[in-house]
């Protein structure tokens, strides 16, 4: 069975250091993967998204990017983490398009 | 913009009635419909997806789809405690195939 891992649980960074969020998958390939953000109270807005290693599409141009180093392995970074930067980071994974979409357990990051 | 709407709640049901949450879209050529839970602190997980018009029933749940008044509606019988969660409802449009989010609805079921 397919598993989706993503790390840490939580985070909390003072304004304008890095970020590195890693989410990986196990028990398929080739995974379209997607990262989301969510704010507190609020719907799941679409950060990036990946149908292959190295191909990364942009949702909202913002001081985040993506990389897809592996064909199971996402991970979202940041150079200088803006307050606004704070959510809770969500990883997801489906088998192909239009087909459902499978979550990782989050991660809560802090911005202070 | 392509948009999936959500009364935001919350909405409050007795325990053991039937728990109603609906969900409209804007893109009409939408195929794909998909209710997922999500519970405080948690990440969604899915419910329920159906593609056709018509009712689709798993143990407790209901699905329901009407493409021409574009909205779909989850019925929860027999609702718990348990069910209390935020529910959210995704819809992936006909042009780009990507996931339309709705913002939620929190129901509660009270003892």
């Known amino acids: 069975s397919q598993t989706i891992h993503q790390w840490p649980a939580t985070l909390v960074q003072p304004v304008g250091s890095p970020l590195s969020l890693e989410c990986t998958v196990e028990?398929?390939?080739?995974?379209?993967l997607y990262w989301y953000r969510q704010a507190a109270g609020r719907g799941l807005q679409l950060l990036f998204y990946?149908?292959?290693?190295?191909?990364i599409s942009s949702e909202v141009p913002q001081n985040l990017s993506a990389s897809r180093p592996q064909d199971r392995q996402f991970i979202l970074s940041s150079k200088k983490l803006l307050l606004s930067d704070s959510g809770f980071y969500l990883c997801?994974?489906?088998?192909?398009?239009?087909?459902?979409?499978?979550f990782g357990p989050g991660t809560r990051l802090l911005v202070l | 913009q392509k948009e999936v709407e959500q009364n935001s709640g919350p909405l409050s049901v007795p325990e053991g009635a039937i728990a109603s949450l609906n969900c409209t879209y804007s893109d009409r050529g939408s195929q794909s419909f998909f209710w997922y839970r999500q519970y405080s602190g948690k990440s969604p997980e899915l419910i329920m997806f159906?593609?056709s018009n018509g009712d689709k029933e798993d143990g407790r749940f209901t699905a329901q789809l009407n493409k021409a008044s574009q909205y779909v509606s989850l019925l929860i019988r027999d609702s718990q405690p348990s069910d209390s969660a935020t529910y959210l409802c995704?819809?992936?449009?006909?042009?780009?195939?990507?996931?339309?989010w709705g913002a939620g609805t929190k129901l509660i079921i009270k003892p």
């Open positions: 995704a819809v992936i449009g006909d042009s780009n195939y990507q996931l339309i």
């Open positions: 028990g398929t390939s080739n995974p379209n």
């Open positions: 997801a994974w489906e088998p192909g398009q239009q087909e459902t979409q499978y």
């Open positions: 159906i593609y």
């Open positions: 990946s149908i292959g290693i190295g191909q």
